[in-house]
């Protein structure tokens, strides 16, 4: 299953190059929602993420600014998931 969420955007593009793409053990829609107030939080209106579950991977992947790397990770895996970003 694909699910797609999008937090506001930023009044400026965000760059292509800030593209940040996460392996996971996310695995269900229930988990998503339970983790989705909080992503949003972390993006704090200056990006956009969707997870993938389909994928075997369950990959999230973030529109944002690079510095956001570290707490997407920390919230994920402080959630108890584990994560992994793609290079």
Known sequence: ???EHYAPQALNAV???DILVFKTSVN???QVNV???MLD??????GEWNFDLEDC???LRVEA????RERVMALLTGMGHWCEELA
Not at 41 to 46: H, I, P, S
Not at 65 to 68: C, K
């Open 28 to 30: 269900s829609t229930a």
């Open 35 to 37: 983790l989705r107030p």
């Open 15 to 17: 760059p292509a190059e």
């Open 1 to 3: 299953m694909h699910i």
């Open 65 to 68: 600014e690079a510095q956001v």
């Open 41 to 46: 939080l972390v993006l704090a209106g200056t």
């Open 57 to 59: 991977d369950h990959i």
